[in-house]
Structures are given as C-alpha cells and as structure tokens.
C-alpha cells in the first residue's frame, strides 16, 4: 500500500498566499453561486464580512452557512448539505479551522452522490466524484486540513465517529492569509503549532516516507523552528504567521501521503473520551511517543535535529535527545503544560490503549510496532 500511495498521483491543491489574499478570490469564483462554510465565532469576530463584500464588489452571490459545529456531526453536515440545495449553489468556499473544512468534505461526499447517508463514506475511495470547485482557507496553522485527503465526522446518534479518506476531496485551493490568524488565542497557536509538528515528525520517520515527503517535512520542521515561537510571541507578525502557514500546509502535504503513527492514536483517543483538544494531545504526548520508538528513530530524529539546531551553529552535537529536548522545552516557552494526570482516569485506560492500539495497528507505518500494554504505558508515563 505504502509503495502505491508513493507513486499514486495525488492531487495537490493551486497555493495562493498572502495578506489579503482571501479577499483576491473574485476571478476564480466569477459567475459561480458560492456556499461558504464557517462558524459562528468567524462571524463574531467579523472575519466573513470582507470576503463576502469582496465577492459582491464582483458580483458574486454567495450563501453562508455558519453553523458548523466543532466534531462536525451527522446532523450539522446534512443541514449544510439541504442548505446548499436549497440554494443551488456551485462552488464552496470553507473558511475556518479543521471543523468547517471537514463539514466542507462531507456535504461534498454528500453532494456529488445519490447517497443521503454519511456512513456510505467511511474509510478509503468512496467518494464518487470530484465537486467542481473547492476553496479552503484555513484560520489555524496545524492541521493542515486545506490540504488532505480526509474529513472526520461524528454520527451523533451513536458516537461514532470515523474518517473519510479519498483524493477527491483535496480541495482545488488553498489559500493562506495572515490577516485571518492576528487574534487567534495563544494557546491554540501553539498547540496547532505542535500539531503542525507531529504530522511532519510522525510522516519523517514512518516507514512509507518518501523523497517527496521528506523534503515536505523537513522544510516544515526547519519553518516551524524558525517561527512557531515568533508567531506564538506576536500574531501580528505576518512573516512568522505565513511562515507557520506554510508549514502547516507542507506537513499536511507529508502525513496525507505518508500517514501519521501513535501519537495521533493515542490523542485520538483522549480526544474522543475526554474532549481534550488535538493539538493538545499530541504535543504533550510526542515526546513521550518518541522516547517509546527506543532506538528505531534514532538516525531519522538525529537528522531533523540537525535541521533545528543548524540555526543554532551546534551541528556536531545533533542526537534524537536533543531533538526531543528541543519539543519539550517548545512546549515550555508556550505554556503548553501537560494536565493528563488530572484528565485520564486510572480506570479508563484499558479501553483508551485498545483503542489506539486498533486505529494504529497494522495500518500506520511506525517505525518500531507498540503493543497494547506498551501503549497504556505512555499514557502512564505521561500522566506522572
Ligand atoms: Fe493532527
């Protein structure tokens, strides 16, 4: 499998970036009856409004549906998709964090088939058709949504909730604009940030990386050293915004390809139990992922260490520690602090390990295979 993703022609989305560029859509979407998703806060905050007059100055219609819910569920994504009959429209414009992409992804599965049930799409390639027109405009720099493969949802009546996965819903553009992260909180900067992070380290050192994807990630990891820290510091700083940008867009670009190993696994699963914030999760729990790989990362992490400390002029000192010291000191300057201990319950950790366990195992290519008892022992460790 992870020789024919390599060579499968994925489609990879038209990048267009800078300040302002949100609002510079006007030639793509002429003539086009435009379904624009987000959510509520991106209208409190008043960010929607330019990009909706800047379509009407062209003479654009547009239609907002800003009720996307965070874990978009079944319910929310067939009220967009009635919403986007109802008004006939061509074209979607997702602007907003990894829920209103992913909502974006499913009315498309939706939209592009006969089906009226999201459970005809879960796992790989079942999506029907590609939708004439995608736009994405991310409003966080991590999860890198604007350019993957997937979408997860949650059947609210049940509590499942799954991946869609099909090359289809890569969206046609990306669009990265700065001015749209100025009043993002700090602690989402950096645990988007962090999540940035753990998709170019987890796809590095799996097994199904390739050419291609190495170079996506370490130019992540080399932009996400430069300006994770200059973009927590001052979000007005649009250099280190678009910087964290692209990064975010290159190591989706990476893990979309190249997958993602057990710290999303088990951050899935605490996710899914307690609510705790993915990003979160997996920047608390990398480290300690790391150091469970033993020896089997030790040449790919010594390499990307090589590419933080370069900036550092310490090159000869480069090792797997001092690359997972440089994580953890990270998380410090941000605040990202680890409250695992006081979240996981002793008594839930059994069901949270085989969970992660059966999301991982076989399927992700991880450098060293963890069992069930090893990955309860993470959580362990992470919760001293
Ligand atoms: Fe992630």
């Not at 890569?170 to 999540?195: C, E, H, Q």
């Not at 201990?341 to 991880?366: F, Q, R, W």
Request: hydrophobic share 40%; charged share 20%.
């Amino acid at each position: 499998m992870y020789v024919a993703v390599a060579t499968m022609n994925f489609r990879e989305p038209t990048l267009i970036k800078g300040a302002g560029s949100s609002t510079k859509l006007g030639n793509i979407l002429e003539g086009k009856r435009v379904l624009i998703i987000s959510t509520p806060s991106m209208i409190r905050h008043g960010l929607l409004e330019p990009i909706v007059e800047s379509l009407k100055e062209k003479g654009i219609e547009s239609f907002v549906f800003s009720d996307v819910v965070p874990n978009p569920t079944f319910e929310s994504i067939y009220r967009c998709r009635d919403f986007a009959k109802e008004n006939n429209t061509n074209a979607i414009l997702a602007i907003g964090g990894g829920s209103a992409l992913d909502t974006a992804k499913a009315v498309i599965c939706l939209l592009t088939s006969k089906y009226d049930d999201l459970n005809k799409f879960k796992g790989m390639l079942k999506v029907k058709k590609k939708y004439p027109l995608f736009i994405a405009i991310p409003t966080t720099a991590g999860s890198g949504s604007e350019v993957t493969v997937a979408a997860v949802v949650t059947n609210e009546k049940n509590g499942d909730k799954f991946a869609i996965s099909d090359p289809k819903l890569i969206p046609d553009y990306a669009v990265l604009d700065p001015n749209l992260l100025a009043n993002l909180p700090k602690s989402v900067i950096a645990t988007t940030g962090m999540d940035a992070l753990t998709h170019a380290v987890e796809s590095y050192i799996g097994h199904s990386n390739y050419k291609k994807t190495a170079i996506f990630a370490k130019t992540a990891v080399s932009l996400i050293s430069e300006n994770l820290y200059a973009f927590y510091e001052n979000p007005h700083n649009q250099q280190a915004v678009l910087n964290m940008q692209y990064a975010a867009y290159l190591a989706g670009q990476a893990f979309t390809k190249s997958y993602v190993g057990y710290v999303h696994a088990l951050a899935h699963s605490i996710g899914g139990k307690y609510n705790v914030p993915h990003g979160e999760a997996n920047a608390i729990l990398l480290p300690y992922v790391l150091e469970a790989y033993g020896k089997s990362c030790d040449k790919s992490l010594t390499e990307l260490d090589k590419i933080v400390q370069t900036r550092q002029e310490n090159s000869n000192l480069c090792s797997k520690e001092h690359f997972m010291s440089w994580i953890r000191d990270l998380n410090d300057r941000m605040s990202v602090g680890n409250r695992l201990g006081s979240i996981i319950k002793s008594e839930d950790l059994d069901e949270l390990a085989a969970h992660a366990d059966k999301e991982a195992n076989p399927t992700y290519p991880v450098p060293k295979e963890l069992n069930k008892e090893e990955l309860k022992a993470i959580y362990l460790e992470a919760m001293k």
